[in-house]
T-cell receptor, first 113, second 115 residues
Framework: GENVEQHPSTLSVQEGDSAVIKCTYS??????FPWYKQELGKRPQLIID?????GEKKDQRIAVTLNKTAKHFSLHITETQPEDSAVYFC????????????FGRGTSLIVHP | GAGVSQTPSNKVTEKGKYVELRCDPI?????LYWYRQSLGQGPEFLIY????????DSGLPNDRFFAVRPEGSVSTLKIQRTERGDSAVYLC?????????????FGQGTRLTVV
């Protein structure tokens, strides 16, 4: 089955800095890569996703890049704000016979004012 | 409802007891997933329904865990003879189809504590 590795587990930045979170996946047939943000005590919520026919996607301060050859994808947050502080999870799914999103272990992002 | 609803939000039970956790997915979503999340970890897959049938239950840790979705909407996760190691947040998610290429919407979760 699919295996997703996520790094770093904790990321501490100053407000206004950029933050990058990286994930790798094992199943080359996976074709859908969502990113979820989970605030303390709340449900995971989708912030951005990318499909395998696209190499990069951007939404305001958030961008995701995908390298299919290397089987890794990254989340980039620019001009970080304290409200960006949360746990971020990457996931991979959509492979033939593997329709179940497999999640990384999460990255705790702390943005210091 | 507008989103995925899970009840109860919190459940404290004694070791050895039976519990049921309920998930009400977004109307019209055919795919439903159960995950378990321990502190500091990502959601860990338990079981996936496509319609009424369990399409994949390979994530259930043992035969004390069982889930149903009799009418293709509401699902119930059932845990028999609970153990302290079952303590976690149980998350339910639904998506429009079961192709794994659309957003999965999560419920708030049920925090299960086995004492």
């Amino acid at each position: 089955g699919e295996n997703v590795e996520q790094h770093p587990s904790t990321l501490s930045v100053q407000e206004g800095d950029s933050a990058v979170i990286k994930c790798t996946y094992s199943d080359s047939a996976s074709n859908y890569f969502p990113w979820y943000k989970q605030e303390l005590g709340k449900r995971p919520q989708l912030i951005i996703d990318i499909r395998s026919n696209v190499g990069e996607k951007k939404d305001q301060r958030i961008a995701v890049t995908l390298n299919k050859t290397a089987k890794h994808f990254s989340l980039h947050i620019t001009e970080t704000q304290p409200e960006d502080s949360a746990v971020y999870f990457c996931a991979a799914s959509g492979a033939r016979g593997s329709y179940i999103p497999t999640f990384g272990r999460g990255t705790s992002l702390i943005v210091h004012p | 409802g507008a989103g995925v609803s899970q009840t109860p939000s919190n459940k404290v039970t004694e070791k050895g007891k039976y519990v049921e956790l309920r998930c009400d997915p977004i109307s019209g979503h055919t795919a439903l997933y159960w995950y378990r999340q321990s502190l500091g970890q990502g959601p860990e897959f338990l079981i996936y329904f496509q319609g009424t049938g369990a399409a994949d239950d390979s994530g259930l840790p043992n035969d004390r865990f069982f889930a149903v979705r009799p009418e293709g909407s509401v699902s119930t996760l059932k845990i028999q003879r609970t153990e302290r190691g079952d303590s976690a947040v149980y998350l339910c998610a639904s998506s429009r189809n079961g192709q794994g290429d659309t957003e999965a919407f999560f419920g708030q979760g049920t925090r299960l504590t086995v004492v």
